[in-house]
């Protein structure tokens, strides 16, 4: 069940992501999806390290360190995905 979560969250983190970076992002869905996953798995290395992995009620800071990471990750990621692969389907 852990990865249907995990699949899940990263599927909105990746959707999310894309809405509010600007410009248009190319890469596919499902590669938005592990983006998002990355991100959230960021996110919460870096809550646990900032010492806000588990607090009582919902752990917002948390879900914005995931967030972040997640915008961070899809930009960096449909960069690289339109460096390589892009051209290539631009070209054909």
Known sequence: MGWLWA??????????????LPGKQHSPLWLTTIFGMLGALAGNAIARAAGVDSTSGIDWSRHAFQLVAALIIVAVGDMLYMATLGKRKQQT
């Open 7 to 20: 699949i899940i969250v990263g599927f909105v983190l990746g959707l999310i992501a894309k809405a509010i």
